[in-house]
Structures are given as C-alpha cells and as structure tokens.
C-alpha cells in the first residue's frame, strides 16, 4: 500500500525553536509538497519540489525552509518558530502532471507552538 | 490572480439524497481541476478530476461538472452515505506546472 508517511500526528514546540517536520513517501514521486490548512483558509502552499535538492516557494513561504536531500524525503524546517505558525502541516507526493494523478496526502502533523 | 472558492461552507443533506458541492474558480487557465475529500484526522484523499475539456466526468457514485463559460465546478454525490460525511475541496491545476491551488473547503454533513 502505497503512502505519504509524516513523522509526527502532534508536536507541542516552544516560541523561537527550531522546528523540523519530516516527510516520506514510497511511491517514488519526483513531486513533494508542503502545505499549511487552516480554517476557512483553506490548503496553502509553503514550498514544493520537483527533484532532489531543488525547491520553489509557494504562496506563503515566509518563515519556512525545506530540504529535499532525497527523492523520497522532504523537510520542512521552522528557523525560529512562532505562535502564528501554530497550524495543521500536510506534505503531498504526485508524479508530474498531478492534475492527471491528484496528489498522495499523508495524514498531517499538527502543530502548537506556545 | 488565481483562486479557488466554495459557494456553502457547510452543506446538511438527507441520507440517502443527491449532493451537490459547488464551486467556484477565477483562472480561465487552468486545465485540471479535482475533486477531493478529507475525513476528519486524514489528509486530503482525491476522489476525481476532470480536464478542461471536458464538461461531465463519472465515477463511483460521483459525478464532476464543468462550466467554462461560468468558471463553475460541481461535485454530485449519488445516494449519499453517513461515510461521505467529510470536508470537500474543489482544486485547480495549470496545465505547465503541478501546483493544485485549493479552495477553502465545504463540510458536508449527513442528516439521519
């Protein structure tokens, strides 16, 4: 069964630490993404990438950086994490041409930084 | 600019009832646009796309429609299930990358 796996359904963080989110797939997509979800905003895109050790910003990659050091991992990384980064973090893999194949979600990580 | 959005936020339908999701897009260019559903504590699970040439795509118990003419997509759930009972979010994908932009989501929710 194929999946996106995401290391951690919950993490608690303190104001100003540094932040890593981990994301697996292995379905050997070239494809990976980063979105935040919050209510009534909907899904946003942080970054995304389409090979290893490349990456493009989305639409809100303010405060975020991410690593994609191999095809099926990619880490989103919070420098210097703040209360406003407190959101639900979902990663996503597809093969290119995702409108045709629609993306693999995993299950989200929800953060709370206090 | 791009942007995807949903007419209802919540939508409350019968079991056993037709659902219909509606919605809305401003980029006449894009060229796929999918369907998804998340349950709750789960991302996102696609359900069913459908190109822009193309008005109507069937699946399982569900149909997309597409009107160019009016930026309009719609979602028909047939017979609708307590297990359709999710969060629905229409998306839009250009056709020279693969960044799908999401609309904000409407809950549907089962009536007894």
Same mark, same amino acid.
């Given at each position: 069964?194929?999946?996106?796996?995401?290391?951690?359904?919950?993490?608690?963080?303190?104001? $100003?630490?540094?932040?890593?989110?981990?994301?697996?797939?292995?379905?050997?997509?070239? %494809?990976?993404?980063?979105?935040?979800?919050?209510?009534?905003? $909907?899904?946003?895109?942080?970054?995304?990438?389409?090979?290893?050790?490349?990456?493009?910003?989305?639409?809100?990659?303010? $405060?975020?950086?991410?690593?994609?050091?191999?095809?099926?991992?990619?880490?989103?990384?919070?420098?210097?994490?703040?209360? %406003?980064?407190?959101?639900?973090?979902?990663?996503?893999?597809?093969?290119?041409?995702? $409108?045709?194949?629609?993306?693999?979600?995993?299950?989200?990580?929800?953060?709370?930084?206090? | 600019?791009?942007?995807?959005?949903?007419?209802?936020?919540?939508?409350?339908?019968?079991?056993?009832?037709?659902?219909?999701?509606?919605?809305?897009?401003?980029?006449?260019?894009?060229?796929?646009?999918?369907?998804?559903?998340?349950?709750?504590?789960?991302?996102?699970?696609?359900?069913?796309?459908?190109?822009?040439?193309?008005?109507?795509?069937?699946?399982?118990?569900?149909?997309?429609?597409?009107?160019?003419?009016?930026?309009?997509?719609?979602?028909?759930?047939?017979?609708?299930?307590?297990?359709?009972?999710?969060?629905?979010?229409?998306?839009?994908?250009?056709?020279?990358?693969?960044?799908?932009?999401?609309?904000?989501?409407?809950?549907?929710?089962?009536?007894?």
């Amino acid at each position: 069964d194929v999946k996106v796996t995401q290391s951690s359904r919950y993490l608690v963080k303190r104001t $100003g630490e540094k932040v890593f989110l981990e994301c697996v797939q292995d379905m050997d997509h070239e %494809n990976m993404f980063w979105y935040r979800q919050d209510p009534g905003l $909907g899904l946003r895109l942080i970054y995304f990438s389409y090979d290893v050790k490349m990456k493009e910003k989305g639409d809100i990659p303010e $405060g975020y950086s991410v690593s994609r050091e191999k095809k099926e991992r990619f880490s989103l990384i919070l420098e210097s994490a703040s209360t %406003n980064q407190t959101s639900m973090y979902l990663c996503a893999s597809s093969f290119p041409r995702a $409108g045709i194949y629609g993306y693999t979600f995993g299950s989200g990580t929800r953060l709370t930084v206090v | 600019g791009e942007s995807v959005g949903l007419h209802l936020p919540t939508l409350s339908v019968q079991e056993g009832d037709n659902s219909i999701i509606n919605c809305a897009y401003s980029n006449s260019a894009s060229d796929y646009f999918i369907w998804y559903k998340q349950e709750s504590g789960k991302g996102p699970q696609f359900i069913i796309d459908i190109r822009s040439n193309m008005d109507k795509r069937q699946g399982q118990r569900v149909t997309v429609l597409l009107n160019k003419t009016v930026k309009h997509l719609s979602l028909q759930i047939a017979a609708t299930q307590p297990g359709d009972s999710a969060v629905y979010f229409c998306a839009e994908s250009l056709n020279r990358d693969d960044k799908i932009i999401f609309g904000k989501g409407t809950r549907l929710h089962i009536l007894p």
